[in-house]
C-alpha cells in the first residue's frame, strides 16, 4: 500500500503589496507518496516557489495545513522545523548555493556535520555521495574550480547527505544548457529508483517535467493535476 509522505491542505497565502492584499496561493491541496516525483509548473510569478517553501516549513501559510507523516509541521518551532527539515529534506536550487570557501568533499559533509555527526563519518558519506555522481576525481575542488554542471551534481549530493525522505528541487536545471540539465534529471530519477526519496521539483521545463509520475500545473493560485502514465520513472 502506498504511503502519503507530505500533504497540503487547504494551503491559502496572502500578501500585503503596499496597495492591497494578493492572494498568491488559494485552498491549494498537495499530497506525494513517498519514493513518488512530482513535477510543479507554472509561470513566472504563478506561486510555485511561495508553494514549495510552505511545502518545506520556510514559510507559513495564511491558513491551512502541511501534514508530513501525519504530523502539521505549520505548529511547530522555527528550531523544530530546522531540524525536521535538516533530518528528512533536501533542498537542490537552480543556482547550486554551494559554500564557496568550502571544497566538493566539505560542502556535501556540511549537513552532516551540522547535525553533529563525526567528521570522519560526515566525510565517507560524502565521498561515497560525490562517487556516486560522477565526482570521485572533484573531491578537493572548490566551487570556482567546477562547471556548472559539476556543481550542480556537488548540490544534488549534497541534498542526500542526510538520507532525506523528500527532496525539494528549485528549477535545478534552470541554469543549465540542455545535455547538462538532461543529464542532472537523469541522475535524480535513478536516486529516486535506487534509495527510495520523494521528489518535489519545481521547473519551467516541460519535457523534463513529463519524465516524471505527475505534474502539477499551478495557475491563479490552484493546482491542476496531469497524470503521466507513459512516465520512465
Known sequence: MTKVLLQGQHINKVYD????QVQVLNDVDFTIDAAEMVAIVGASGSGKSTLMHILA????????????????????????LAKWRNQ??????????????????????????????????????????????????????????????????????????????????DEPTGNLDGETAEAVYQLMLELNREQGTAFIIVTHD????????????????????DIHEDAPC
Open 206 to 225: 516541460e519535457h523534463l517535467a513529463a519524465q516524471l509520475q505527475r505534474t502539477e500545473r499551478l495557475s491563479r493560485g490552484h493546482l491542476v493535476t
Open 88 to 169: 528528512n529534506v533536501g533542498f537542490v536550487y537552480q543556482f547550486h548555493h554551494l559554500l564557496p570557501e568550502f571544497n566538493a568533499l566539505e560542502n556535501v559533509a556540511m549537513p552532516l556535520l551540522i547535525q553533529g555527526r563525526p567528521t570522519a563519518e560526515a566525510k565517507q558519506r560524502a565521498t561515497e555521495l560525490l562517487e556516486r555522481v560522477g565526482l570521485a576525481h572533484r573531491l578537493e575542488h572548490r566551487p570556482a574550480q567546477l562547471s556548472g554542471g559539476e556543481r550542480q551534481r556537488v548540490a544534488v549530493a549534497r541534498a542526500f547527505a542526510n538520507r532525506p525522505k523528500l527532496v525539494i528541487a
Open 57 to 80: 516549513g520556510l514559510d507559513r501559510p495564511t491558513s491551512g495545513a502541511v501534514l508530513f507523516d501525519g504530523q502539521d509541521v505549520t505548529r511547530w518551532s522555527a528550531s523544530q
Open 17 to 20: 503589496d503596499g496597495s492591497g
